[in-house]
């Protein structure tokens, strides 16, 4: 499969929608491309059944498949969001004729769905009106158009008002293995157990700053990601947590998050700990109840190590409720679509969730990143790589309703199996709020720890959210010994992003 395209700008818009539909596939694409010129690699091309191409000059943009022009339309050079949506269309169409397939979301690729209903809904839209715009100007179907309506006019009741209001969140990039599938910035415990109290002293630094900067706006929520924040000991969570607490004002804090992860991280200790700061949510997350996908996909944990630490977080917690303090809610992750599972194994995992009755449920469709090992050692694996499909998403929708949860955010990924999406469920007043607010961006994220990245939310004279250019960002850097040689000046950027 190869994606010949002549003009960059448009090429993020074309190769999702040219992946989503041809799952598995890898598209090569070649920039610089003129299909009126002659020569090996056009005439090669022009051979392949499946090559697409994409030809842009001052005033149209002709479509190739397999050699043959199969649409073309008008530039609007004053008008790009028009044009780019017209060729999505456009190439949308062409490639459902080409493959007999539909796509769920149609020509959508980014990855904030529900954006488009929620700031319609902000502006006073009704469900139909809304209904009508993403219908005709995305290609989406009613399924996923309900869905995302559903799920924005939730998050308006739990955001609420958000001015002056900000989110902290904080980084720990430890993991106790790297999994298959994984892009983010880990790093694996064992090796880096020696720089933990030095990357615990750079992260009380980037809170003292924090309760100094911001001691005149509201903290809203708390969050806790990674890696996986329970890689490291009980003793040095319990530093970062009381540093925060002795630097900043957590009296107006909605929810506070520690992501733990990994059941092979969690221990008694460290839930206590959590119990103790008042830590309101946990995951747990076994991403599947299958132990030869775990094996495969380097978690070194087994089934029943993950129904273990369920049930010691649930007694641990009902324990502190009963003497009057603040238990957990409790999520699980899963990912859909890992190697080797099929339909089956989703309807075993599910049941096995089921039967342990977390409080939320958060369930990925799996996205093949371009730094994780599973795409690096591809050819090892696109073998026993199966796409998610709408028959695995239905069994996931009808195991939360059984559980008594509603949908409540929603996010879709580059590469993302089967085009479908990452959907959190929850039961009513138990969702969870910094979800919704790192992906609808309603609210400043101030972020701490390697890898981590700040979004301010620019905003207009009477505190409305700004249309244009709306997000500002500025990131830490990702290596955790340049984060600790250098974290004095991720102070200072923060400093001038947030002046």
């Known amino acids: 499969m190869q994606l010949l395209i002549n003009l960059e700008s448009f090429l993020y818009d074309a190769y999702g929608l040219v992946s989503a539909f041809y799952p598995g596939e890898k598209p090569q694409v070649v920039t610089g491309w003129n299909p009126r010129m002659t020569g090996t690699e056009i005439c090669a091309w022009s051979k392949a059944g499946d090559g697409i191409g994409l030809d842009v000059d001052i005033s149209e943009i002709t479509i190739y498949i397999g050699g043959q022009v199969a649409g073309a339309m008008a530039i609007d050079s004053s008008n790009r969001s028009d044009t780019k949506n017209r060729l999505k269309r456009l190439l949308y169409d062409c490639l459902q004729k080409r ?51 559903e799920i924005a006019m939730r998050e308006l009741r739990i955001i609420g008002d958000s001015r002056n209001k900000y989110s902290l969140y904080i980084g720990i990039p430890f993991c106790p293995s790297i999994c298959l599938y994984c892009s983010f910035s880990s790093y694996p415990i064992g090796v880096y157990r020696d720089r933990v109290a030095s990357y615990v002293e750079a992260v009380k630094k980037e809170i003292a700053f924090v309760g100094e900067h911001f001691r005149d706006r509201v903290l809203d929520t708390v969050y806790f990601g990674g ?29 506070f998050t520690v992501e733990a992860g990994r059941p092979d991280s969690i221990t008694e200790a460290k839930l206590r700990v959590l119990l103790k700061h008042g830590v309101s949510r946990i995951s747990i997350n076994p991403q599947t109840m299958q132990q030869k996908t775990l094996d495969l996909i380097g978690r070194f944990h087994t089934v029943e190590q993950i129904k273990e630490t369920y049930a010691l977080a649930r007694r641990l917690s009902e324990e502190q409720k009963a003497a009057g ?28 969730v089921e039967a342990m009755a977390p409080d939320n449920l958060t369930v990925h469709s799996l996205a093949i990143k371009r730094s994780a090992r599973l795409n690096i050692e591809w050819d090892k694996y696109e073998n026993i790589l199966q796409s998610a499909d709408h028959d695995i998403m239905d069994e996931v929708m009808a195991s939360a309703a059984r559980m008594g949860m509603q949908p409540y955010y929603l996010y879709r990924q580059k590469q993302i199996s089967g085009n479908l999406e990452n959907i959190g469920f929850a039961r009513e007043g138990e969702e969870g709020i910094y979800n919704i607010l790192i992906m609808e961006e309603q609210e400043d994220i101030v ?18 959210i700004a249309t244009e250019q709306k997000v500002e960002r500025c990131e830490n850097v990702k290596d955790v010994e340049q984060y600790i040689a250098r974290v004095d000046e991720m102070i200072e950027r923060k400093r001038e992003l947030y002046c």
Request: net charge negative; with cysteine.
């Open 447 to 464: 972020a701490l720890g390697a890898g981590s990245a700040c979004k301010m939310i620019r905003r207009n004279p009477d505190g409305s």
């Open 227 to 255: 890696g996986t924040p329970t890689s490291i000991s009980a003793e040095a969570l319990d530093e970062i947590i009381t540093c925060l607490e002795e630097s900043v004002d957590l009296s107006a804090v909605r929810e």
């Open 99 to 149: 493959t007999g397939r539909s796509l769920p979301w149609g020509t959508l690729t980014g990855i904030r769905p529900t954006k488009i209903a929620l700031k319609q809904f902000q502006a006073g839209a009704s469900r139909e009106e809304v209904r009508a715009m993403m219908a005709d100007t995305y290609l989406t179907s009613r399924e996923k158009i309900d869905l995302s309506c």
């Open 325 to 352: 303090g603040r238990g957990f809610l409790i999520n699980m992750d899963l990912i859909v679509g890992l190697p080797g599972e099929n339909l089956a194994d989703v309807r075993d995992t599910l049941r096995q």
